[in-house]
């Protein structure tokens, strides 16, 4: 038992006929202090876990660490004795961690996961040493709030515009040669953008690696390695690389040689009397996307509902070339989505109906758009409802 008793108070229970135990304050050295608490981290993470730390080379790196410092005090020949009274499970023998290679340490571990450690200058155990967590989580885990968020929270929306509209896509992480400044990729359920990339520099093991500046969705930061956000990403299940925007033109007026006709964009107007669209007939218009000839298309527009029930004018189309209508056609429609028309049209058996390809739009801004998808610009540009023009984001 402590004593938790003043000289005074000790001197009176010296008078009462009372023992006081005066516990003597162990001095321990540095290393010795860093023996117990690296045994001490082992001890939290197997309470925590209920088992022990595994070397499994897809696992969490502070477990791996874990896993060798254990290995590395069973070896040691002063920790039975300097651990003894902290050791009431017996983890410092007859228990059994996954194996782990003889010529490995926590040093060339964390090289081989891509995290350099700086040598102390002062003494210390070459194999125990609790800053190395704190080094392994500044590469790996710590994230801080981003100051200047404001700057890239309009590159995230972007981005997100532009996965919807189908100009850029997801797909499975696979190389760390895809980790390059200006790129975005998906890392456990969040945006991440690549702000800035340091001089690439070589590993004791002979690999690239780079300091990053990674820019996350939900307003954070982190200064990571590349070959970390490689980790992070291979261990992430769901981990995606975010293609960039489609470059250069989406389709030409033209073909040029190999290439093949896929479709064409019309425009229509409507001859419909329908109140809304015989007031707005100059900018009431349909846009779509066809494989078939636009006179198949339209043939029969007076029985369809998605024509207005009603014959139909082409005022504009634009023949393409080796390009996904799908994704065109959305694209189109994200554009324009503000301006979609709100109108309900009964089919010909009275059942109400909403077209969902005719918009409030002038023909010459619809012209302006198809100019800008083919040059790659249009990701740059949003439609103004009250201006009626596109305008820059």
């Known amino acids: 038992m402590a004593n938790i008793f003043t000289d005074d108070d000790d001197a009176l229970l010296s008078e009462l006929g009372i023992e006081v135990e005066k516990k003597k304050k ?15 981290d082992i001890r939290n993470f197997i309470s925590e876990h209920n088992r022990l730390p595994q070397h499994a080379e897809d696992g969490d790196i502070f477990e791996r660490l874990y896993a060798v410092r254990l290995q590395r005090l069973r070896e040691l020949p002063e920790a039975t004795d300097l651990l003894k009274d902290l050791d009431d499970t017996g983890l410092l023998t007859g228990l059994d961690i996954s194996p782990i290679a003889e010529d490995i340490n926590d040093d060339e571990l964390l090289a081989a996961l891509g995290i350099e450690v700086v040598p102390s200058s002062i003494t210390e155990l070459k194999h125990v040493r609790p800053n190395i967590e704190r080094k392994a989580a500044e590469d790996v885990a710590i994230r801080k709030r981003c100051e200047d968020f404001e700057k890239f929270q309009p590159f995230f929306e972007k981005v997100q ?30 945006k991440a953008y690549v702000a800035e990339m340091g001089e690439e520099t070589l590993t004791d093991q002979g690999r690239t690696d780079a300091r990053l500046r990674v820019i996350f969705d939900n307003g954070t930061e982190s200064n990571m390695l590349m070959r970390s956000l490689q980790r992070a990403l291979n261990k992430d299940e769901m981990g995606r690389r975010i293609t960039e925007s489609a470059a250069g033109p989406l389709f030409a007026d033209a073909p040029e040689e190999g290439d093949s006709s ?28 066809t494989t078939l000839g636009v006179d198949k298309r339209i043939a029969g527009a007076q029985l369809q509902p998605t024509f207005l029930m009603a014959q139909v004018e082409v005022v504009a189309t634009y023949e393409l070339y080796n390009i996904n209508q799908t994704r065109l056609e959305n694209l189109i429609h994200r554009i324009f989505g503000g301006a979609q028309l709100d109108i309900e049209i009964a089919d010909r058996f009275g059942r109400p109906v909403i077209p969902r390809e005719w918009f409030l739009v002038p023909l010459f801004v619809i012209d302006e758009a198809v100019q800008k998808i083919k040059d790659g610009t249009i990701t740059n540009f949003r439609y103004d409802l009250e201006q009626a023009r596109l305008v820059p984001c």
């Open 26 to 40: 162990i001095a321990r050295t540095p290393r010795e202090e860093r023996i117990i608490s690296g045994f001490e």
């Open 161 to 190: 515009r532009e996965l919807d509209s189908g100009e850029r896509e997801t797909r499975p992480f696979e190389l760390k040669a895809e980790i390059q400044k200006g790129r975005f990729f998906i890392v456990e359920g969040q």
């Open 262 to 289: 896929t479709g064409t964009i019309y425009v229509l107007r409507s001859k419909s009397d329908h109140p809304m669209v015989a007031d707005n007939r100059e900018l009431v218009h349909k846009i779509g996307v």
